[in-house]
């Protein structure tokens, strides 16, 4: 199974970037690599996905490696509400197996 | 309302005791799938289902049933509960995420086994 490797947990000043890493060294020619997020007490949330370009949507970015063994979530300016646990996957044919996540603190 | 509904939002159960975990889709979506969490173990696949009648294992299907007679349904039994099996379960659904579609989740059954 395709897996992924998340720091813990991170911090952020509010207003400001945050950058949230993913390591996925097994990733192969197809697989898709997703961003989810979870509010506390609510179902995962779609955040972004993308395959070997760059990727821009109103939520965030997303950054991959020219390698496709790395990519990085961005939040260009990091509020209260992002406060949440961030999940990257690699959907493996049509499964998406999620592993513990970064839980991202946003401090006021 | 389109959209993925789960139900009930909450059940306590006593073990030993048969419970069915509901989750329906308006979508049409091809593809349903069954997550429970716990913490420390963020979210893992119990089943999932590529189409009506077609239901398969994921990581962690043991004392879990599936069927899919519809489209639009996908239910999870547990036939005789457990402690163990005291978590929060999420259905989801998606077009077809090899082709780079994605999820969409319900916001969850917190199920207490006493």
């Known amino acids: 199974d395709a897996k992924t490797t998340q720091p813990n947990s991170m911090e952020s000043n509010e207003e400001e970037p945050v950058h949230l890493p993913c390591n996925h060294s097994?990733?192969?020619?197809?697989?898709?690599i997703h961003w989810y997020r979870q509010l506390p007490s609510q179902g995962p949330e779609y955040v972004i996905h993308?395959?070997?370009s760059n990727v821009n949507n109103r939520m965030a970015s997303l950054a991959i490696a020219e390698d496709r063994k790395s990519s990085t979530l961005i939040l260009h300016r990091a509020t209260l509400r992002d406060a949440a646990v961030y999940y990257c996957?690699?959907?493996?044919?049509?499964?998406?197996?999620f592993g513990t996540g970064t839980s991202l603190t946003v401090i006021p | 309302d389109a959209g993925i509904t789960q139900s009930p939002r909450y059940k306590i159960t006593e073990t030993g005791r048969q419970v069915t975990l509901m989750c329906h889709q308006t979508?049409?979506?091809?593809?349903m799938f069954w997550y429970r969490q716990d913490l420390g173990h963020g979210l893992r696949l119990i089943y999932y289902?590529?189409?009506?009648?077609?239901?398969d294992k994921g990581e962690v299907p043991d004392g879990y049933v599936v069927s899919r007679s519809k489209t639009e349904n996908f239910p999870l039994t547990l036939e005789s509960a457990t402690r163990s099996q005291t978590s929060v379960y999420f259905c989801?659904?998606?077009?077809?995420?090899?082709?780079?579609?994605?999820?969409?989740f319900g916001s969850g059954t917190r199920l207490t086994v006493v």
């Open positions: 996957i690699l959907n493996t044919g049509n499964q998406f197996y």
């Open positions: 979508w049409s979506h091809s593809y």
């Open positions: 097994t990733i192969s020619g197809t697989d898709y």
């Open positions: 993308g395959l070997t």
């Open positions: 989801a659904s998606s077009e077809s995420p090899a082709g780079g579609y994605g999820y969409t």
């Open positions: 289902s590529a189409a009506a009648d077609i239901t």
